[in-house]
C-alpha cells in the first residue's frame, strides 16, 4: 500500500531501531560465520516479516543454505540500512528506493544485468540501471494507479437521456473525461450521487496521491522530452506539462464532492469512504484501494464492477496509453559481499520468485503483483484491482507508464508542493504563484539531496 512506501520516503525524520522478527534457530547464523554460502536480506514491510521467514526456512530445509531475515521497524529502513551496511557481516540483499535510492547506495549496487530474474522481467518493468546500462536494481512486486471507476454508476449515466458518451470504450482522452465529469456533475441528481469525483485529499501528510501520483505523467514526459538518464540530471524542472497537470486537478476539485475550499480537510480515508459508499462515481488511486473500499461499512461497489481507467490529461498519445505500473522499490544484491554470498542470493532470488513453488509463495504468502514472464494474468492476489494491473503488464498493445515520480527530489519537496496545493484549492495562491515555488522548491531540494549523495 502507498502509505507504507512512502514511510520510506521520509525515514531520515524517524528515529526507530532494528526489529529482528522471529528468526528461527537454523536462520540466526549470521553471514560470513558459516563455512558455505550465506544470504541476508534486510526486509523493508513489517507486515511480511513472518512470510519471509518461512520462506528461508522453506529454502534452507531444501538447500542447505543458511538465510538470515532481518526486518527494519516501520520508517526505519534506511537508518538500519546504513547501521547494517556498515558491519563486517552486512546484508547481501536489500531494498532500493527509486532513483533516490539508487543515489545514496550505487556503490553497493552488483550488476544484475545477467541475474535470471532481471533477464525475465515483463516489458513494463523497469529496472534501475546505471550509466553504463547495467541493471543494479530489479523490480519485484508492482503497484498500479489511474482512476478508478464504479461501472454501475458509469453504466446508469450512459444510459441517460443525452448522455455524452455511451460506453466507456468512447471515453479515451481528456477532453471526452472533461465533457462526460462536467455533465455528470450537472446531473448528479440523477445519478444519486454528490459528485463524480471523491474529494481532493490535500490534508497535511495526505497530499501524496497529487504530489505523486497526479505528477507522474508530466515528469515522465518531460524526462523523456530531455533524455534524463540519472537524478542528477533533473536539477531544474521545466514543469512543461505542468498545465496538463492543472487542467486535471481543476476538473477534480471542481466536480467533487465537496467545495474545493474544503479539500485541505479531507484525507484519504475521506475520499475512499465516499467512493465506497457510492457517493462519487471516480476516485483517483492504486490496486491497493480495493481492500479499503471493500473493508468499508457500507460498501456498495461490487467486485466486479470496479475498474480502472487511464489518468486522461492531454498528455501525448494518451488513446494508447494505460495505467501508471511500477514500483518504489527494488531489490538490490550488495556488490561488497563475498562472490560465494552473491552467488547464493542470486540463486534465493532465482529460486523465490521463478521457481513452481517459490511463485505460489509469492501470490499467496506475499501477496505481491510480481513482474516477471512467467507470471500470467491470473497468477495474482484474489483482488480485481490487481488482476487489472497484472492485464497491463501483460498487454503489449497499451504502453503502462512507470513510475517516475520517484524522480522528485525528496520527501520534503513533496511536502512543500502538497502545502501550496492546498493554498491553491482553497484559493489562497494563485496557479502562477504556485509552479513558481514548484520550481524554486525543486532546485533547492534537489540540490540538497544530491550534495547528501556525494
Known amino acids: 500500500m502507498m502509505s507504507e512506501v512512502h514511510s520510506m520516503q521520509s525515514t531520515t525524520r524517524v528515529l526507530a531501531a532494528v526489529a529482528a522478527v522471529g528468526l528461527s534457530a537454523s536462520l540466526l547464523t549470521a553471514c560470513g560465520q558459516n563455512n558455505g554460502p550465506n ?61 533516490e535510492g539508487y543515489g545514496i547506495w550505487k556503490d553497493y549496487l552488483a550488476d544484475m544485468s545477467d541475474f535470471e530474474i532481471a533477464t525475465s522481467l515483463q516489458d513494463d518493468a523497469q529496472p534501475i540501471t546505471d550509466p553504463d546500462g547495467k541493471i543494479v536494481g530489479v523490480p519485484f512486486a508492482m503497484e498500479g494507479f489511474g482512476i478508478l471507476y464504479n461501472e454501475e454508476i458509469m453504466e446508469a449515466y450512459f444510459a441517460l437521456p443525452d448522455a455524452k458518451v455511451t460506453s466507456m470504450e468512447e471515453l479515451n482522452s481528456f477532453d471526452d473525461l472533461k465533457v462526460v465529469a462536467e455533465d455528470m456533475q450537472a446531473r448528479k441528481d440523477e445519478l444519486g450521487i454528490e ?42 524542472l521545466e514543469f512543461t506539462y505542468g498545465e496538463n497537470y492543472h487542467n486535471l486537478l481543476d476538473l477534480y476539485l471542481e466536480n467533487s464532492t465537496v467545495n474545493p475550499s474544503l479539500a485541505p480537510a479531507r484525507a484519504v480515508s475521506d475520499a475512499m469512504a465516499e467512493f465506497a459508499t457510492g457517493k462519487a462515481a471516480m476516485v483517483q488511486n492504486g490496486n491497493w484501494a480495493w481492500g479499503q473500499i471493500s473493508g468499508e461499512g457500507g460498501n456498495t461497489v461490487k467486485e466486479d464492477k470496479i475498474k480502472f481507467m487511464p489518468m486522461y490529461m492531454g498528455l501525448p498519445n494518451e488513446e494508447e496509453v ?96 502538497g502545502q501550496n496545493l492546498a493554498q491553491y484549492a482553497n484559493g489562497n495562491m494563485s496557479w502562477e504563484d504556485l509552479v513558481r515555488k514548484l520550481k524554486e522548491d525543486w532546485t533547492y531540494e534537489m540540490d540538497n539531496q544530491i550534495a547528501l549523495m556525494d
Not at 538470515?68 to 528506493?97: C, D, H
Not at 497526479?214 to 536539477?235: A, C, K, T, W
Not at 494491473?389 to 520517484?406: C, G, K, R, T
Open 195 to 236: 459528485g463524480v469525483f471523491a474529494a481532493t485529499s490535500l490534508g497535511a501528510g495526505e497530499e501524496w496521491r497529487w504530489t505523486n501520483h497526479l505528477m507522474n505523467g508530466p515528469l515522465h514526459y518531460e524526462i523523456e522530452d530531455r533524455g534524463v538518464q540519472d537524478f542528477s540530471d533533473l536539477r531544474e
Open 322 to 417: 494505460g495505467l501508471n505500473v511500477g514500483t518504489e522499490n527494488f531489490l538490490s544484491v550488495n556488490n561488497k559481499a563475498s562472490e560465494e554470498d552473491q552467488q547464493a542470493t542470486q540463486d534465493f532470488l532465482d529460486w523465490l520468485f521463478l521457481s513452481e513453488r517459490g511463485k505460489e509463495l509469492v501470490i499467496n504468502e506475499l501477496g505481491f503483483i510480481a513482474p516477471f514472464e512467467n507470471y500470467g494474468i491470473d497468477d495474482v492476489p484474489e483482488d480485481p484491482l490487481a488482476r487489472q494491473v497484472q492485464e497491463a503488464l501483460n498487454d503489449d498493445s497499451v504502453e503502462a507508464l512507470p513510475w517516475d515520480f520517484q524522480y522528485s527530489p525528496n520527501q520534503q519537496f513533496r511536502d512543500l508542493y
Open 39 to 99: 544470504v541476508y536480506y534486510l526486509n523493508f514491510k513489517p507486515e511480511q516479516a513472518e512470510a519471509f521467514e518461512k520462506i528461508a526456512e522453506e529454502y534452507t530445509a531444501e538447500t542447505g543454505v543458511p538465510v538470515k531475515v532481518v526486518t527494519a521497524a516501520s520508517g526505519s529502513y534506511m537508518q538500519t540500512l546504513k547501521a547494517e551496511m556498515a558491519k563486517s557481516n552486512a546484508p547481501t540483499l536489500f531494498q532500493i528506493n527509486g532513483q
